[in-house]
Protein backbone atom coordinates (compact mmCIF):
# COMPACT_ATOMS: atom_id res chain seq x y z
CA UNK A 1 0.00 0.00 0.00
CA UNK A 2 1.78 2.91 -1.12
CA UNK A 3 2.53 5.81 1.89
CA UNK A 4 -0.37 8.36 0.85
CA UNK A 5 -2.41 9.25 -2.12
CA UNK A 6 -2.00 12.86 -3.05
CA UNK A 7 -5.23 15.25 -4.29
CA UNK A 8 -4.29 18.71 -4.28
CA UNK A 9 -2.92 19.93 -0.79
CA UNK A 10 -4.21 16.86 0.69
CA UNK A 11 -2.53 13.63 1.50
CA UNK A 12 -4.40 10.74 2.23
CA UNK A 13 -2.85 7.98 4.31
CA UNK A 14 -4.09 4.56 5.65
CA UNK A 15 -4.71 3.75 9.62
CA UNK A 16 -0.91 2.04 9.36
CA UNK A 17 0.64 4.70 7.91
CA UNK A 18 -0.55 7.34 10.67
CA UNK A 19 0.74 5.23 13.17
CA UNK A 20 3.88 5.16 11.62
CA UNK A 21 4.04 8.92 10.87
CA UNK A 22 7.28 10.72 12.04
CA UNK A 23 5.47 13.86 12.27
CA UNK A 24 3.51 13.96 15.54
CA UNK A 25 -0.10 14.89 14.74
CA UNK A 26 -3.24 16.12 16.58
CA UNK A 27 -5.42 13.20 16.46
CA UNK A 28 -9.55 13.85 16.81
CA UNK A 29 -11.42 10.52 17.41
CA UNK A 30 -14.41 10.75 15.78
CA UNK A 31 -15.02 7.05 16.21
CA UNK A 32 -13.17 3.28 16.49
CA UNK A 33 -13.53 3.59 13.04
CA UNK A 34 -12.01 6.27 11.83
CA UNK A 35 -9.30 8.70 12.52
CA UNK A 36 -7.54 12.09 11.66
CA UNK A 37 -4.31 13.16 11.81
CA UNK A 38 -3.75 16.79 10.90
CA UNK A 39 -1.02 19.09 11.00
CA UNK A 40 -0.11 22.12 8.98
CA UNK A 41 3.39 22.40 6.72
CA UNK A 42 4.83 24.08 3.84
CA UNK A 43 2.12 22.39 1.22
CA UNK A 44 -0.81 23.59 3.36
CA UNK A 45 -3.13 21.82 5.10
CA UNK A 46 -2.21 18.17 5.57
CA UNK A 47 -4.48 15.17 6.47
CA UNK A 48 -4.79 12.04 6.78
CA UNK A 49 -8.04 10.02 7.34
CA UNK A 50 -8.12 6.05 7.89
CA UNK A 51 -9.71 3.47 6.23
CA UNK A 52 -12.65 2.10 8.34
CA UNK A 53 -12.43 -1.15 10.42
CA UNK A 54 -13.46 -4.52 8.94
CA UNK A 55 -16.02 -5.82 11.53
CA UNK A 56 -16.95 -8.85 9.79
CA UNK A 57 -15.00 -10.66 12.19
CA UNK A 58 -16.17 -9.51 15.07
CA UNK A 59 -19.77 -9.77 14.17
CA UNK A 60 -19.47 -13.20 11.99
CA UNK A 61 -17.78 -14.07 15.73
CA UNK A 62 -20.77 -12.99 17.85
CA UNK A 63 -23.63 -14.13 15.53
CA UNK A 64 -24.85 -17.58 16.59
CA UNK A 65 -28.31 -17.59 15.61
CA UNK A 66 -27.91 -16.42 12.10
CA UNK A 67 -32.30 -15.68 12.02
CA UNK A 68 -33.15 -11.89 12.00
CA UNK A 69 -33.66 -11.46 15.26
CA UNK A 70 -30.98 -13.53 16.60
CA UNK A 71 -28.45 -11.33 14.25
CA UNK A 72 -30.31 -8.24 15.52
CA UNK A 73 -29.47 -9.17 19.35
CA UNK A 74 -25.94 -10.33 18.63
CA UNK A 75 -25.28 -6.64 16.66
CA UNK A 76 -27.11 -4.88 19.76
CA UNK A 77 -24.91 -6.64 22.36
CA UNK A 78 -21.71 -5.73 20.78
CA UNK A 79 -23.25 -1.96 20.92
CA UNK A 80 -23.89 -2.26 24.55
CA UNK A 81 -20.74 -3.84 25.18
CA UNK A 82 -19.02 -1.19 23.40
CA UNK A 83 -17.66 -3.31 20.63
CA UNK A 84 -19.17 -0.99 18.19
CA UNK A 85 -19.33 2.02 18.93
CA UNK A 86 -21.06 5.35 17.84
CA UNK A 87 -20.55 6.37 14.15
CA UNK A 88 -18.71 2.52 13.21
CA UNK A 89 -19.30 1.38 9.92
CA UNK A 90 -21.51 -1.54 9.45
CA UNK A 91 -20.72 -4.27 6.75
CA UNK A 92 -23.01 -4.41 4.21
CA UNK A 93 -26.23 -6.84 3.34
CA UNK A 94 -24.53 -8.75 1.26
CA UNK A 95 -20.95 -8.81 2.98
CA UNK A 96 -22.54 -9.88 6.34
CA UNK A 97 -24.83 -12.46 3.97
CA UNK A 98 -21.90 -14.09 2.10
CA UNK A 99 -20.24 -14.39 5.48
CA UNK A 100 -22.51 -15.96 7.30
CA UNK A 101 -23.75 -17.98 4.41
CA UNK A 102 -27.69 -16.57 4.64
CA UNK A 103 -29.76 -14.84 2.30
CA UNK A 104 -29.56 -10.43 2.67
CA UNK A 105 -33.12 -10.96 2.91
CA UNK A 106 -32.16 -11.85 6.46
CA UNK A 107 -29.75 -9.47 7.30
CA UNK A 108 -32.06 -6.52 5.53
CA UNK A 109 -34.83 -7.73 8.56
CA UNK A 110 -31.93 -7.35 10.87
CA UNK A 111 -30.87 -3.98 9.93
CA UNK A 112 -34.48 -3.15 9.96
CA UNK A 113 -35.04 -3.79 13.26
CA UNK A 114 -32.36 -2.78 14.67
CA UNK A 115 -32.65 0.52 12.99
CA UNK A 116 -36.49 0.72 14.54
CA UNK A 117 -34.78 0.44 18.24
CA UNK A 118 -32.61 3.51 17.18
CA UNK A 119 -29.74 1.33 17.06
CA UNK A 120 -28.28 2.10 13.68
CA UNK A 121 -28.70 3.95 10.87
CA UNK A 122 -29.07 3.91 7.00
CA UNK A 123 -27.35 6.60 5.11
CA UNK A 124 -27.87 5.40 1.56
CA UNK A 125 -25.39 4.38 -0.40
CA UNK A 126 -22.83 5.40 2.63
CA UNK A 127 -23.86 2.16 4.13
CA UNK A 128 -25.45 1.34 7.53
CA UNK A 129 -23.91 3.50 11.39
CA UNK A 130 -24.38 2.45 14.63
CA UNK A 131 -26.13 5.87 15.72
CA UNK A 132 -24.91 8.56 18.68
CA UNK A 133 -27.20 6.82 21.25
CA UNK A 134 -29.17 3.69 21.54
CA UNK A 135 -31.93 5.24 23.60
CA UNK A 136 -35.02 5.33 21.91
CA UNK A 137 -36.38 9.10 21.07
CA UNK A 138 -38.86 10.61 22.72
CA UNK A 139 -42.46 9.27 21.95
CA UNK A 140 -42.72 11.34 18.77
CA UNK A 141 -46.23 10.34 17.63
CA UNK A 142 -47.88 10.83 21.43
CA UNK A 143 -46.20 14.14 21.43
CA UNK A 144 -47.71 15.46 17.62
CA UNK A 145 -51.44 14.60 18.19
CA UNK A 146 -51.77 18.08 19.60
CA UNK A 147 -52.27 19.70 16.41
CA UNK A 148 -51.07 22.94 15.53
CA UNK A 149 -49.06 24.95 18.01
CA UNK A 150 -50.28 28.24 19.71
CA UNK A 151 -53.95 27.58 18.71
CA UNK A 152 -55.61 30.06 21.31
CA UNK A 153 -59.41 28.92 21.24
CA UNK A 154 -61.12 25.61 21.14
CA UNK A 155 -58.85 22.64 21.68
CA UNK A 156 -60.36 19.42 20.08
CA UNK A 157 -57.51 18.22 19.83
CA UNK A 158 -57.08 16.36 23.60
CA UNK A 159 -59.12 12.83 23.27
CA UNK A 160 -59.93 13.76 26.78
CA UNK A 161 -63.79 13.64 28.12
CA UNK A 162 -65.69 16.56 28.93
CA UNK A 163 -64.84 17.57 32.70
CA UNK A 164 -68.95 18.36 33.21
CA UNK A 165 -69.80 15.12 32.42
CA UNK A 166 -67.72 13.21 34.78
CA UNK A 167 -69.27 11.50 38.16
CA UNK A 168 -68.84 13.86 40.89
CA UNK A 169 -65.79 12.54 43.17
CA UNK A 170 -66.60 14.57 46.26
CA UNK A 171 -69.07 12.56 47.37
CA UNK A 172 -67.03 9.22 46.73
CA UNK A 173 -63.74 11.12 48.15
CA UNK A 174 -66.10 12.29 51.42
CA UNK A 175 -67.60 8.49 52.08
CA UNK A 176 -64.33 6.41 51.22
CA UNK A 177 -62.74 8.90 53.91
CA UNK A 178 -64.25 9.04 56.72
CA UNK A 179 -65.25 5.08 57.21
CA UNK A 180 -62.60 2.77 58.21
CA UNK A 181 -60.46 1.54 55.75
CA UNK A 182 -58.56 -2.09 55.73
CA UNK A 183 -55.36 -0.13 54.91
CA UNK A 184 -52.04 -1.88 53.42
CA UNK A 185 -50.37 -4.24 55.93
CA UNK A 186 -47.81 -5.70 53.76
CA UNK A 187 -46.07 -4.79 50.46
CA UNK A 188 -46.66 -8.32 49.81
CA UNK A 189 -50.84 -7.87 50.10
CA UNK A 190 -53.12 -8.83 46.81
CA UNK A 191 -52.85 -5.63 44.79
CA UNK A 192 -56.55 -5.38 44.15
CA UNK A 193 -59.35 -4.58 46.41
CA UNK A 194 -61.59 -8.32 46.73
CA UNK A 195 -64.43 -6.02 46.41
CA UNK A 196 -63.44 -4.50 43.11
CA UNK A 197 -62.17 -7.70 41.60
CA UNK A 198 -66.07 -9.10 42.14
CA UNK A 199 -67.01 -6.24 40.17
CA UNK A 200 -64.75 -6.22 37.57
CA UNK A 201 -65.22 -10.08 37.28
CA UNK A 202 -69.15 -9.54 37.00
CA UNK A 203 -68.73 -7.12 34.21
CA UNK A 204 -65.59 -8.48 32.20
CA UNK A 205 -66.66 -10.09 28.60
CA UNK A 206 -65.18 -13.55 29.52
CA UNK A 207 -63.89 -15.49 32.48
CA UNK A 208 -60.98 -14.10 33.10
CA UNK A 209 -58.11 -16.25 34.45
CA UNK A 210 -56.94 -13.51 36.58
CA UNK A 211 -57.71 -9.85 36.75
CA UNK A 212 -56.39 -6.68 38.22
CA UNK A 213 -55.57 -3.18 38.24
CA UNK A 214 -53.18 -0.59 36.91
CA UNK A 215 -52.79 2.57 36.30
CA UNK A 216 -54.70 3.39 33.68
CA UNK A 217 -55.09 1.97 29.89
CA UNK A 218 -51.23 2.84 28.71
CA UNK A 219 -49.62 1.57 31.60
CA UNK A 220 -51.45 -1.51 30.76
CA UNK A 221 -50.67 -1.63 27.81
CA UNK A 222 -46.86 -0.79 28.41
CA UNK A 223 -46.78 -3.67 30.66
CA UNK A 224 -48.01 -5.73 28.54
CA UNK A 225 -45.79 -5.03 25.48
CA UNK A 226 -42.59 -5.33 28.25
CA UNK A 227 -44.05 -9.45 28.96
CA UNK A 228 -44.31 -10.58 25.99
CA UNK A 229 -42.59 -8.55 23.12
CA UNK A 230 -39.28 -9.27 21.95
CA UNK A 231 -36.84 -7.28 19.99
CA UNK A 232 -37.46 -8.57 16.07
CA UNK A 233 -40.87 -10.13 16.85
CA UNK A 234 -43.88 -8.99 14.66
CA UNK A 235 -47.24 -7.82 15.94
CA UNK A 236 -50.42 -7.12 14.04
CA UNK A 237 -51.94 -3.70 15.02
CA UNK A 238 -54.93 -1.69 13.23
CA UNK A 239 -54.21 0.93 10.69
CA UNK A 240 -54.74 3.95 11.83
CA UNK A 241 -54.10 2.79 15.26
CA UNK A 242 -53.37 4.71 19.03
CA UNK A 243 -50.19 6.96 18.33
CA UNK A 244 -48.45 5.48 22.10
CA UNK A 245 -48.63 2.17 21.41
CA UNK A 246 -46.92 3.00 17.77
CA UNK A 247 -44.29 4.31 19.91
CA UNK A 248 -44.55 1.33 22.60
CA UNK A 249 -43.88 -1.11 20.09
CA UNK A 250 -41.42 1.06 17.48
CA UNK A 251 -39.84 1.06 20.90
CA UNK A 252 -39.62 -2.86 22.39
CA UNK A 253 -38.04 -3.34 18.46
CA UNK A 254 -41.30 -4.85 17.33
CA UNK A 255 -42.06 -5.40 13.44
CA UNK A 256 -45.63 -3.97 12.91
CA UNK A 257 -47.97 -5.37 10.34
CA UNK A 258 -50.61 -3.02 9.85
CA UNK A 259 -54.45 -4.03 8.85
CA UNK A 260 -57.07 -2.00 7.74
CA UNK A 261 -60.39 -1.24 8.95
CA UNK A 262 -63.80 -1.17 7.77
CA UNK A 263 -67.08 -0.68 9.70
CA UNK A 264 -66.54 -4.13 11.28
CA UNK A 265 -63.40 -4.13 12.77
CA UNK A 266 -59.51 -5.37 10.86
CA UNK A 267 -60.46 -6.71 8.18
CA UNK A 268 -60.03 -10.18 8.36
CA UNK A 269 -58.79 -11.26 5.12
CA UNK A 270 -55.87 -8.75 6.00
CA UNK A 271 -55.14 -10.89 9.53
CA UNK A 272 -55.21 -14.53 7.56
CA UNK A 273 -52.48 -12.56 5.25
CA UNK A 274 -50.48 -11.46 8.15
CA UNK A 275 -50.62 -14.45 9.63
CA UNK A 276 -48.17 -15.91 7.32
CA UNK A 277 -45.37 -13.76 9.05
CA UNK A 278 -45.75 -15.45 12.15
CA UNK A 279 -46.48 -12.38 14.52
CA UNK A 280 -46.52 -13.25 18.40
CA UNK A 281 -49.46 -10.67 19.47
CA UNK A 282 -52.33 -9.03 17.85
CA UNK A 283 -53.52 -5.52 18.96
CA UNK A 284 -57.58 -4.41 18.79
CA UNK A 285 -58.88 -1.82 20.12
CA UNK A 286 -62.75 -3.17 20.17
CA UNK A 287 -64.86 -0.73 21.05
CA UNK A 288 -64.60 3.35 19.78
CA UNK A 289 -61.49 2.46 18.12
CA UNK A 290 -59.16 5.13 18.25
CA UNK A 291 -59.02 7.22 15.68
CA UNK A 292 -62.04 5.90 13.59
CA UNK A 293 -64.60 5.29 16.50
CA UNK A 294 -65.11 1.32 14.98
CA UNK A 295 -67.12 -1.31 16.98
CA UNK A 296 -65.69 -4.84 16.45
CA UNK A 297 -69.40 -6.53 15.74
CA UNK A 298 -69.88 -9.38 17.24
CA UNK A 299 -69.79 -11.16 13.86
CA UNK A 300 -66.67 -10.11 12.78
CA UNK A 301 -65.03 -11.24 16.47
CA UNK A 302 -66.39 -14.65 15.22
CA UNK A 303 -64.42 -14.83 12.49
CA UNK A 304 -61.19 -13.59 14.02
CA UNK A 305 -61.18 -16.16 16.71
CA UNK A 306 -61.77 -18.49 14.00
CA UNK A 307 -58.64 -17.25 11.76
CA UNK A 308 -56.33 -17.53 15.10
CA UNK A 309 -57.38 -20.58 16.78
CA UNK A 310 -54.78 -22.55 14.92
CA UNK A 311 -52.13 -20.32 15.64
CA UNK A 312 -50.56 -19.51 19.37
CA UNK A 313 -50.93 -15.53 18.86
CA UNK A 314 -52.01 -13.58 21.80
CA UNK A 315 -54.78 -11.52 21.49
CA UNK A 316 -54.26 -7.90 23.32
CA UNK A 317 -57.62 -5.57 23.08
CA UNK A 318 -57.75 -2.11 24.53
CA UNK A 319 -61.27 -1.41 25.48
CA UNK A 320 -59.92 2.30 26.72
CA UNK A 321 -63.28 4.28 25.98
CA UNK A 322 -65.20 1.37 28.45
CA UNK A 323 -68.91 2.49 29.67
CA UNK A 324 -69.24 5.51 27.62
CA UNK A 325 -68.72 3.57 24.47
CA UNK A 326 -72.51 2.19 22.92
CA UNK A 327 -70.97 -0.62 21.39
CA UNK A 328 -71.50 -3.72 22.55
CA UNK A 329 -68.82 -5.00 24.88
CA UNK A 330 -67.73 -7.57 21.87
CA UNK A 331 -64.45 -9.82 22.93
CA UNK A 332 -62.60 -12.44 21.21
CA UNK A 333 -61.81 -13.78 24.67
CA UNK A 334 -65.19 -15.37 24.84
CA UNK A 335 -63.48 -17.44 22.29
CA UNK A 336 -60.30 -17.77 23.20
CA UNK A 337 -59.77 -16.88 27.17
CA UNK A 338 -56.55 -18.24 27.49
CA UNK A 339 -54.61 -16.59 25.11
CA UNK A 340 -56.52 -13.14 25.44
CA UNK A 341 -55.51 -9.97 27.61
CA UNK A 342 -58.49 -7.12 27.63
CA UNK A 343 -57.63 -3.92 29.02
CA UNK A 344 -60.54 -2.09 30.14
CA UNK A 345 -59.48 2.42 31.56
CA UNK A 346 -61.96 3.85 33.31
CA UNK A 347 -60.72 7.21 32.48
CA UNK A 348 -62.71 8.57 29.78
CA UNK A 349 -66.32 6.91 31.94
CA UNK A 350 -64.93 7.93 35.36
CA UNK A 351 -61.95 10.82 34.96
CA UNK A 352 -58.65 10.71 33.60
CA UNK A 353 -57.42 11.46 36.76
CA UNK A 354 -58.31 8.03 39.09
CA UNK A 355 -55.42 6.40 36.89
CA UNK A 356 -57.28 3.28 36.84
CA UNK A 357 -57.40 0.52 34.21
CA UNK A 358 -58.45 -3.17 35.11
CA UNK A 359 -56.22 -6.20 33.10
CA UNK A 360 -57.89 -9.69 32.90
CA UNK A 361 -56.97 -12.27 30.73
CA UNK A 362 -54.15 -14.80 30.46
CA UNK A 363 -52.46 -15.73 33.17
CA UNK A 364 -49.39 -16.64 31.20
CA UNK A 365 -49.66 -12.55 30.40
CA UNK A 366 -50.45 -11.32 33.66
CA UNK A 367 -48.84 -13.36 36.71
CA UNK A 368 -45.80 -12.06 35.03
CA UNK A 369 -47.11 -8.74 34.78
CA UNK A 370 -47.45 -9.31 39.00
CA UNK A 371 -44.53 -10.13 39.88
CA UNK A 372 -42.56 -7.48 37.51
CA UNK A 373 -44.64 -4.55 39.00
CA UNK A 374 -44.07 -5.94 42.74
CA UNK A 375 -40.38 -4.75 41.99
CA UNK A 376 -42.08 -1.66 40.87
CA UNK A 377 -44.59 0.23 42.26
CA UNK A 378 -46.14 -2.81 43.66
CA UNK A 379 -50.00 -1.70 43.42
CA UNK A 380 -52.14 0.94 42.24
CA UNK A 381 -53.38 2.97 45.43
CA UNK A 382 -56.15 0.61 47.26
CA UNK A 383 -57.24 3.93 48.47
CA UNK A 384 -58.20 5.35 44.61
CA UNK A 385 -59.18 1.73 44.18
CA UNK A 386 -61.89 2.06 47.22
CA UNK A 387 -63.11 5.41 45.02
CA UNK A 388 -63.68 3.06 42.26
CA UNK A 389 -65.71 0.97 43.63
CA UNK A 390 -67.83 4.32 44.96
CA UNK A 391 -68.11 5.37 41.59
CA UNK A 392 -69.24 1.74 39.80
CA UNK A 393 -72.04 1.05 42.49
CA UNK A 394 -73.51 4.48 43.80
CA UNK A 395 -76.87 5.09 41.84
CA UNK A 396 -75.66 8.88 40.73
CA UNK A 397 -72.66 8.14 39.36
CA UNK A 398 -74.20 4.96 37.37
CA UNK A 399 -76.64 7.42 36.04
CA UNK A 400 -73.77 10.07 35.39
CA UNK A 401 -71.94 7.56 33.39
CA UNK A 402 -75.34 6.75 31.37
CA UNK A 403 -76.01 10.14 30.28
CA UNK A 404 -72.38 11.40 29.20
CA UNK A 405 -72.72 7.89 27.22
CA UNK A 406 -75.96 9.45 25.66
CA UNK A 407 -74.46 12.74 25.37
CA UNK A 408 -71.34 11.73 23.98
CA UNK A 409 -73.41 10.17 20.93
CA UNK A 410 -75.25 13.10 20.23
CA UNK A 411 -72.64 15.23 19.96
CA UNK A 412 -70.74 12.99 17.38
CA UNK A 413 -73.60 11.65 15.08
CA UNK A 414 -74.25 16.12 15.27
CA UNK A 415 -71.05 16.48 13.63
CA UNK A 416 -70.81 13.91 11.61
CA UNK A 417 -74.58 14.59 10.10
CA UNK A 418 -73.24 18.38 9.70
CA UNK A 419 -70.13 17.49 8.03
CA UNK A 420 -71.87 14.96 5.47
CA UNK A 421 -74.83 17.88 4.64
CA UNK A 422 -71.66 19.92 3.52
CA UNK A 423 -70.29 17.21 1.81
CA UNK A 424 -67.16 15.91 4.30
CA UNK A 425 -66.58 12.59 4.60
CA UNK A 426 -66.18 11.11 8.41
CA UNK A 427 -66.17 8.10 10.17
CA UNK A 428 -69.22 6.87 11.80
CA UNK A 429 -68.23 5.23 14.99
CA UNK A 430 -68.26 5.54 18.86
CA UNK A 431 -67.04 7.05 21.23
CA UNK A 432 -65.69 10.70 21.68
CA UNK A 433 -63.55 11.34 18.68
CA UNK A 434 -64.42 11.72 14.75
CA UNK A 435 -61.97 10.59 12.02
CA UNK A 436 -62.11 13.30 9.01
CA UNK A 437 -61.38 13.40 5.99
CA UNK A 438 -59.27 15.81 4.55
CA UNK A 439 -57.82 16.56 1.22
CA UNK A 440 -54.48 17.98 2.82
CA UNK A 441 -53.46 17.04 5.94
CA UNK A 442 -51.06 20.22 6.66
CA UNK A 443 -53.28 23.04 4.99
CA UNK A 444 -56.64 21.75 7.08
CA UNK A 445 -54.40 22.07 10.36
CA UNK A 446 -53.24 26.00 9.22
CA UNK A 447 -57.05 26.70 8.20
CA UNK A 448 -58.28 25.25 11.20
CA UNK A 449 -55.68 27.13 13.52
CA UNK A 450 -56.75 30.31 11.89
CA UNK A 451 -59.87 30.29 13.18
CA UNK A 452 -58.86 29.26 16.49
CA UNK A 453 -59.53 25.82 16.22
CA UNK A 454 -57.29 22.95 17.38
CA UNK A 455 -57.09 19.22 16.32
CA UNK A 456 -55.16 16.17 16.02
CA UNK A 457 -53.05 15.80 12.68
CA UNK A 458 -53.83 12.13 11.06
CA UNK A 459 -50.17 10.86 10.59
CA UNK A 460 -49.31 9.90 14.06
CA UNK A 461 -52.20 7.86 13.76
CA UNK A 462 -50.77 5.42 11.06
CA UNK A 463 -48.58 2.97 11.05
CA UNK A 464 -47.98 3.47 7.36
CA UNK A 465 -49.88 5.98 4.96
CA UNK A 466 -53.25 4.92 4.18
CA UNK A 467 -53.52 7.73 0.81
CA UNK A 468 -56.24 9.46 2.26
CA UNK A 469 -55.28 12.61 4.66
CA UNK A 470 -57.38 12.90 8.05
CA UNK A 471 -57.60 15.09 11.09
CA UNK A 472 -58.70 13.62 14.15
CA UNK A 473 -61.52 16.06 16.16
CA UNK A 474 -62.15 15.75 19.63
CA UNK A 475 -66.43 15.75 19.31
CA UNK A 476 -67.19 14.93 23.30
CA UNK A 477 -65.90 18.43 24.07
CA UNK A 478 -68.30 20.29 21.91
CA UNK A 479 -71.68 21.21 23.54
CA UNK A 480 -74.66 20.25 22.09
CA UNK A 481 -76.54 23.39 23.88
CA UNK A 482 -74.08 25.68 22.41
CA UNK A 483 -75.81 26.31 18.82
CA UNK A 484 -72.83 28.99 17.89
CA UNK A 485 -70.40 26.85 18.39
CA UNK A 486 -71.58 24.24 16.58
CA UNK A 487 -72.29 26.30 13.82
CA UNK A 488 -68.64 27.59 13.44
CA UNK A 489 -66.63 24.35 14.29
CA UNK A 490 -68.71 22.59 11.51
CA UNK A 491 -68.30 25.21 8.85
CA UNK A 492 -64.48 25.44 9.69
CA UNK A 493 -64.34 21.70 9.25
CA UNK A 494 -65.90 21.95 6.14
CA UNK A 495 -63.20 24.79 4.92
CA UNK A 496 -60.40 23.15 6.22
CA UNK A 497 -61.11 19.85 4.57
CA UNK A 498 -61.29 20.96 1.52
CA UNK A 499 -58.45 23.59 1.58
CA UNK A 500 -55.47 22.45 -0.75
CA UNK A 501 -52.12 22.28 -0.25
CA UNK A 502 -49.65 25.45 1.39
CA UNK A 503 -47.25 26.61 -1.03
CA UNK A 504 -44.56 25.09 1.53
CA UNK A 505 -46.78 21.90 1.38
CA UNK A 506 -46.86 20.76 -2.08
Not at 87 to 95: F, I, K, Y
Not at 176 to 201: C, H, K, M, N
Not at 248 to 277: C, F, N, Q, W, Y
Not at 317 to 330: K, L, P, Q, R, Y
Request: hydrophobic share 45%.
Amino acid sequence: MPLCARKSNFLLFSRIDIIRCVIKPNHINLSDSWKICFWRGAVGQVSAVAAPIDHLPLLREAITDCSPKGIAAAVHRLIRAQKLNTGDRLPTVRELARALAISPATVSEAWQVLGAVGAIQARGRAGSFVKETLEPGRPIRYLSIGGAPGVDGLDLSTGTPDPQLLPKLREALERVTTRDLAWTTSYLDDPVLPQLEVILRQNWPFEAQRVTVVDGALDALSRVVEQTIRLGDRVIMENPGFPPLIDLLERSGAEIIPVGMDDEGVRHAEVTLALEKSPVAIFIQPRAQNPTGTNMSKARSVVLAEILRPTSILVIEDDHSGEIATGEDVSIGKFLPERTVHIRSYSKSHGPDLRIAAVGGSADVIDPLLSRRMLGPGWTSRLLQAVLIELLTDKSAIAAVTRARSRYAVRSLALRAGLAGLGVTSSTGDGINAWVEVADERAALITLAATGIRVAPGTPFEVVPTGVHHVRVTTGLLHEDDTEQWQHVITALATAAKAGPTLRGV
